[in-house]
């Protein structure tokens, strides 16, 4: 997906609810499993991102540029959300349960083919946070410790998925 695009589809979201906009900005930002991004309650946000991943329960810490967490901030106080609720909340009044997953793929995959886009989905924000990673270091294996992936031919999957290249070669 064009840089371009990553940026569209993130516009796009957002004019459907601001939730969308930055859950799409986030994952690309992150890289974090759609199932853990949906967790996301405001104090898990400091200097840093602070979580342990629901997968493989490794503890992710990463620091967001302070342009990001402004954009959080913001999005907090417009919600009004307490420490406790979740960023990502449901849409029914209960804001002590995240959006589903599967609402989460639909709104992206919906917005993607309004757009002329296929084969885009929640995963893809991962997908997108492992190319740019690759492009900017070109070492396999930094990618592959960074996504968390037990095997290489995992992370390969992700970048030929996106950069369509066979990387096998080079």
Not at 47 to 61: D, F
Not at 74 to 87: G, N, P, Q, S, T
Not at 149 to 160: D, G
Request: aromatic fraction near 10%; hydrophobic fraction near 35%.
């Amino acid at each position: 997906m064009a840089p371009g695009k990553v940026s569209e589809m993130g516009h796009n979201l957002g004019i459907h609810h601001t939730r969308y906009g930055l859950l799409w900005d986030l994952g690309v930002e992150t890289g974090l499993r759609i199932g853990d991004l949906l967790t996301l309650r405001p104090q898990d946000f400091g200097p840093q991102i602070s979580l342990v991943q629901a997968k493989n329960g490794q503890r992710y810490v990463s620091k967001l540029s302070g342009s990001f967490l402004k954009k959080i901030d913001k999005y907090v106080d417009f919600y009004k959300l307490r420490a406790d609720e979740f960023i990502f909340f449901s849409s029914d009044p209960n804001r002590y349960r995240p959006m589903s997953r599967q609402w989460a793929h639909r709104i992206i995959a919906r917005t993607a083919s309004e757009m002329g886009l296929e084969f885009i989905g929640a995963h893809s924000m991962r997908k997108i946070y492992a190319c740019r990673l690759f492009l900017k270091n070109r070492a396999l294996k930094c990618v592959q410790d960074e996504m968390g992936h037990k095997y290489s031919s995992t992370t390969l999957i992700y970048l030929q998925d996106l950069l369509g290249e066979d990387l096998r070669a080079g």
